[in-house]
């Protein structure tokens, strides 16, 4: 951290970081603790790969297309480039992934995108209301994210924030957050913690300890609370003490956008 | 016992109108060259079965030649959405487009229990989301030790499985590597099966993460240099991204995606006045 | 994460006492030396799971370290009986024998469903047999879809599974090859994992047909070359048929047996009296 | 067939093959028409090895061990020599030899040995009475066997014939023949045709399509019926009209006994 003072101070400049860097140098630092992390694409494998660069060299980046331990020197478009599997330390079939690895329990951390998100951390990539005409638009649909949600031993979420995204009720509940609240998950026979945090351009969320619904606990640097109030489609609950992100480090900076020019 | 042949020949004899074909390779290895011949032999009603339905079901869907999708994730990966697909559900055309949706664990599963010669198989998924609600393939069964309830696919057995492998060897056995994906799976839960392959070579070399089909668990074998693009095949090619990302542009719009057809395939519209 | 270490000292922290213990290896990559440590530290109430007991267990059953044994097939392949399996289970020497009796297909099956993190495992078996009346881990299962009945097998998760495999790296990934049998599933169902190696290298090589259990699935790991004798290590040794022969001849008699104990394994007879 | 006249009718010499050859020879001539072999250790691989190499060169031998299309060049005394595995156009895992390969439907013919064998074709492997002292005697038990029987597309089965083996009833049934008679297989679902022969060194039982009890349809050369009634633990049935098995051709004892000297 010892070099950030000097982006945010020089505020004549143009900003020293996108809001999408925030989100994602944040996300990266999310992973700092973790073993394995099961690796959607997007913004969830330029976190993971972020974190590789950063916070934690020895983070074991598992693609459901079947590579483990895969160790990319770019940022792959798809889950199946060639580089994840010629990287990899193992490589194994996409039943073998889904069945001994994720539903195994062997994965620390579930990296998950959203196309809408609900209160309670659950996820919508099936089918959208696109109004009276399309009451059924199409997402891509569920992937591997039912599954990593149930069975990660826990689960980050990574989405830009707006009131199109964080509503009040899904269209459709593809993959199980907390569920309907405190205590569902074990109800349902899911076994990981669920989500532990939610990453966006603005700030961080994560789950109330009682009630499991998700609080504003985090705010980038320069962002309000009301800010955040208004890009969430439902009233949102904010944290006693909310705390503000320390910003991206030069490092931080340097890595992920050397990641993304490659 | 496979035999080696053309692919128009394997294409217009394995494949038929209205069966269920799986056309597999996650992201790697697609068959896009024996898809494409299905829409140059205008094969149609077809229901097709693949985890991500990828550009190359997006083109067949977009052809009208599929009536119903079997799938889990329908995205162009990396680049967003499949045009094509999503205007065949939200508008029905070229035609209504019926769905079968499931996670990637459940239909990895469904796979592997056609297979494994059993009727379904069971799986930690499912729970509390709404993807039971819209199918008829997902149930529940009780853990008969345990009591405690899990999720239940039933099987996959499509009538044709086609795949694209690196090589074959002149007796007819099947090997590819790399991301090997479900394909495995897949082609042993079909009644018939047509490889593609990079080349036919004399005899294998030793090679790290091969997949061995053997020659008598094949149909047919055609010698399609290419024929995963733009797709890949490790060792051979790589993924052609830029492709990926053009073909937005293409399906995004009605037009633009009939005159890619008319363009690719102009034998079927022989018949059309030009404009 | 694995550690390399001494083999004494690993089986000494993995291996207690009371413990489920898996040791596989389908004829090929037998892990006889951590076993002979096992006898060596008289570890002993074993619950011993296998499918294929062979000798490896013949031996630890009659040092009487075994208190149950779960298992599918109980031969010395080729050869003949376990006499020493057979003494435990017909005449209780040097102790009774608790079985819990298998198909191969139920074993593999109960492996696959420990590794999957699944309480059961559903296959075609068992029907028409008196296998699931000596056991109360085979039950039935009806198919939600067609109403068919299925057998259900129970999961089994071993307290530590040892395997002995060819090579090691230096970060502690092990590597596999040949007749690779139920070894991943062994291992990934188990809460501890051994493995001895016959070497250390300092990267792999690329290799066909490789199994690679990443280090962090490993909890230690123990360079013991020939561990596997007299089965083998593809690659490394072959399988010493003599051996097993001669074996029939040890173990069919209660003198002969003791009398390889007390040389093989001769400090924990050292308060005895010299005959 | 042109130069076995010459072994038989050579009286005054000592018989030309023993009768375990006689077994052996047999068995392999009864897969002349199998694509796929699964194949047991003893009795049934030397048969299927004696197959490769004079019936059925094209033969593919599976064993349980993993090797698809194995080709060894010698007996191997286990089913997981090393050979098996250095000569097979593929190697798999066992549990998915067992799922995909064998409960997959794609095994023509399976070969099992017996230590029981009843009128049905049930085999016992488990446990046998040994007397009032050791009413449960211990044998190998079941293995691949079971399923073997339930899923191959049909069975075959060698074995000495004596009243120790061919017994009125099993005192375990370790797997399925035609279980208490005809319609009994699909009664318990199971896919395969069963037993369809059993090869013993005295002469062969074939199944009655009315009744599914074994019945003796051939005698080996030089045996009589009375032979082979004495050998059976149950009042045997014999077909209408029993043939006599074509004696081992040269070709065929030498291809035996270079497989068993190797």
Redo the contacts between chains.
């Keep these: 951290m010892t070099t950030a003072a000097t982006a945010p101070s020089d505020r004549s400049a143009a900003p020293a970081w996108s809001s999408d860097e925030l989100m994602t140098v944040n996300a990266a630092r999310a992973l700092a603790a973790a073993r394995t992390c099961f690796v959607g694409i997007g913004l969830p494998s330029t976190a993971a790969n972020l974190a590789r660069r950063t916070a934690n060299p020895d983070l074991v980046l598992i693609y459901e297309s079947g590579a483990i331990g895969a160790k990319p020197t770019r940022l792959p478009l798809s889950i199946g480039d060639g580089e994840l599997a010629d990287t990899a330390d193992a490589v194994v079939s996409v039943p073998e992934m889904f069945n001994y690895w994720l539903q195994g329990g062997r994965i620390d951390v579930g990296f998950l995108g959203a196309a809408q998100l609900d209160r309670f951390g659950n996820i919508n990539t099936t089918i959208v209301d696109r109004g009276p005409d399309r009451p059924e638009g199409r997402l891509p649909g569920a992937g591997g994210a039912p599954e990593i949600a149930a069975n990660c031993g826990e689960v980050l979420i990574v989405l830009r924030h707006s009131p199109r995204n964080m509503v009040a009720a899904l269209d459709f509940r593809t993959s199980v957050g907390h569920g309907d609240g405190v205590g569902d998950r074990a109800r349902l026979g899911l076994r990981g913690r669920g989500p532990v945090a939610v990453i966006t351009d603005l700030g961080v969320l994560r789950p109330s300890a009682t009630t499991s619904e998700l609080e504003l606990t985090e705010l980038h640097p320069g962002v309000t609370v009301n800010q955040v109030r208004e890009a969430t489609g439902w009233p949102l609950a904010v944290a006693p003490e909310v705390g503000v992100t320390e910003p991206p480090t030069a490092d931080e900076l340097t890595a992920l956008r050397a990641l993304k020019a490659a | 016992?496979s035999e080696i042949r053309p692919l128009r020949d394997a294409v217009a004899e394995l494949i038929h109108d209205g069966d269920t074909v799986a056309m597999e390779g996650?992201?790697?290895l697609i068959p896009f060259a024996a898809a494409h011949e299905i829409i140059r032999q205008r094969i149609t009603d077809l229901t097709l079965v693949r985890?991500?339905p990828d550009v190359i079901y997006d083109q067949l869907i977009g052809a009208g030649l599929v009536r119903k999708l079997v799938?889990?994730?329908?995205?162009n990966?990396?680049?967003g959405?499949?045009h094509r697909?999503?205007d065949a559900?939200?508008n029905g055309w070229p035609r209504p487009l019926e769905l079968d949706?499931?996670?990637?664990?459940g239909m990895?599963?469904r796979?592997?229990a056609g297979?494994?010669?059993?009727?379904?198989?069971?799986?930690?998924?499912?729970?509390?989301?709404?993807?039971g609600g819209r199918t008829s393939?997902v149930?529940?069964?009780?853990?008969?030790?345990?009591g405690?309830?899990?999720a239940?696919v039933?099987a996959v057995n499509p009538d044709v499985t086609v795949i694209h492998a690196q090589q074959a060897d002149r007796a007819g056995?099947v090997r590819f590597w790399?991301?090997?994906?479900?394909q495995?799976?897949a082609a042993?839960a079909a009644k018939r099966v047509l490889v593609t392959v990079e080349e036919v070579v004399d005899a294998f070399e030793?090679?790290?993460?091969?997949v061995?089909?053997?020659s008598?668990?094949v149909d047919a074998i055609a010698e399609v240099p290419g024929g995963a693009h733009p797709s890949?095949a490790?060792g051979y090619s790589?993924?052609d991204?830029a492709h990926?990302q053009a073909w937005d542009a293409v399906a995004r719009d009605r037009d633009a995606f009939t005159a890619w057809l008319d363009r690719t395939f102009p034998a079927q519209r022989e018949g059309a006045v030009p404009a």
């Design positions: 016992m996650f992201t790697h985890m991500t799938f889990s994730w329908g995205g990966p990396g680049v959405s499949l697909f999503r559900v939200e949706e499931h996670s990637h664990a990895a599963n796979y592997v297979a494994s010669g059993l009727p379904f198989a069971v799986l930690r998924g499912y729970r509390g989301t709404d993807l393939t149930s529940t069964v009780t853990c008969p030790f345990t405690e309830e899990l239940a039933a056995n790399g991301l090997t994906g479900v495995k799976e042993l030793p090679r790290p993460g091969a061995v089909l053997a008598w668990t890949y490790a790589v993924r991204n990926y």
